[in-house]
């Protein structure tokens, strides 16, 4: 079967009434199925993910875009709203949190809820319901999504872990007066269930039986789920535009760490730098390569330093070439994870300390955890490569570690939380050598 659609292409957003239900799953369950039967499915992901979009890009083929109503300014988004219907059949976005879960307001246009994307797209949502503990109860509560709010479309249900054939029928009875398609009932498997680790899901890069997953979950949509009425449900976007740069290039010739220590990247900062004319080159620090040596910049990512400390810490060539890079003067930015790699040690879970890159003074430690969990409102108190002191960026920040001593640097950000709330001065320059926790998004 090799389903029809119209052009230009439609979409639609799987969304829940909360985390934990399954979206992730039945979202890429959805994108496999589809492309499996001849669509090309372009893939979103609503607010900051690093981790959800990757099991998106292995379903489909194609990149997967984040979709920040928060974190990104109005004709930023829309331009990468737009894009996502190029040379695409189908437009599969996946929510966020709960469908109405989003930030305070502080100044932004929205509060980045999978909501606030419904409503400024037009795009239906597929509400996708965890029913392991429910009946008749179903009812009432995708009423009340339903109602709650006229101006997000919720246009079908899929029931997911499902008990049996004769709980499908008593849900798909509750639900029947509510005129709402139920395109769905996916049973329980415990075979589809995902490993996770501090961050969220293990990545989908460091998984060797990702195929047999998403070959899996695949064929559990196709058996469980009206591919065609999916379909059907799904809307052409309002959104017109092009995208908008976000951030400044960090240089003309960029050198992108890129492995699994590394890994939190965001594809539209990285289009963006390109369409800017920055040419990029990438580089593994575990695998002990060294940056570009043409570079007039170093990007050191997000990711996983704390989970390779030691294998960073015997990489010798990687760490004598970045001083190099800092002696001729390049820009080197570390963000989060980038951040600790640039610190004098990161002490690992066990509490013992590896030598890291020695171009900050910092120590970072992993063996003291706690949170730091989310979006920021940053405003630069030095020289960066994204403009002058007072330059205004939005960005989030999500990780465990701390900052055991930090040394004589300047600071480099003073930052608020998403209601306005100071935070206080963040992150260190030194030179031309910067970074912070934040991870970041778009200017202000």
Known sequence: ??????????????????????????????????????????PAKVGPDYIDPRFHE???????????????????????????????????????????????????????????????????????LDAARQAGSVAALVHGFRSFDPAVPVAGVILNRIGSGRHANLLRR???????????????????????????????????????????IATLAETHVDLDGVRALAR??????????????????????????????YPHLLDGWRTEGAELTFFSPLADEAPDPAADAVYLPGGYPELHAGRLADAERFRADLHTAADRGAWIYGECGGFMALGD?????????????????????????RLHLGYRLITTSVETPFGPTGVR????????????????????????????????????????????????????
């Not at 979409?11 to 985390?19: E, F, K, M, N, R």
């Not at 194609?62 to 930023?76: E, I, V």
């Not at 879960?101 to 795009?123: E, I, K, N, Q, Y």
């Not at 960090?250 to 890129?258: D, E, F, S």
């Open 236 to 265: 052409p976007s309002r959104i017109g535009g092009a995208p908008a740069a976000s951030l400044p290039p960090l240089g003309n010739r960029i050198a992108v760490a890129r492995d699994e220590a590394f890994a939190f990247l």
């Open 58 to 128: 292995a379903a489909t083929g194609r990149s997967s875009m984040n979709l920040d109503g928060w974190a990104m300014r109005p004709d930023c988004l829309d331009g990468l709203i737009a894009a996502r219907g190029t040379d695409a059949d189908l437009v599969v976005a996946e929510g966020v949190m709960g469908l109405f879960d989003g930030a305070p307001m502080a100044g932004a246009v929205d509060d980045g809820s999978t909501a606030a994307l419904a409503r400024r797209t037009g795009w239906p949502v597929l509400l996708v």
């Open 345 to 369: 040690a990161l002490v690992d879970a066990d509490g013992a300390s590896h030598r890291m890159a020695g171009l900050l003074p910092l120590t970072t430690r992993f063996d003291v955890r």
């Open 174 to 216: 509750a639900l029947a007066p509510l005129g709402l398609p139920v395109v769905g009932a996916i049973p329980r498997d415990a075979a589809t269930d995902r490993p996770s680790r501090h961050l969220g899901l293990v990545q989908a890069g460091e998984d060797p039986a990702l195929a047999d997953w998403l070959d899996r």
């Open 1 to 42: 079967m090799t389903l029809q659609y119209p052009r230009p292409a439609s979409g639609l957003i799987v969304a829940a009434p909360s985390s934990g239900a399954g979206k992730t799953t039945v979202a890429t369950a959805l994108m496999a199925a589809l492309t499996r039967h001849g669509l090309r499915v372009a």
């Open 393 to 444: 960026l939005r960005g989030h920040e999500f990780h465990y570690s701390t900052v055991g001593a930090e040394g004589g640097a300047d600071r480099l950000f003073e930052v608020e939380d998403a209601s306005g709330t100071r935070l206080g001065a963040q992150g260190l320059r030194r030179g031309r050598v910067i970074g912070s926790y934040m991870h970041l998004i778009d200017r202000d």
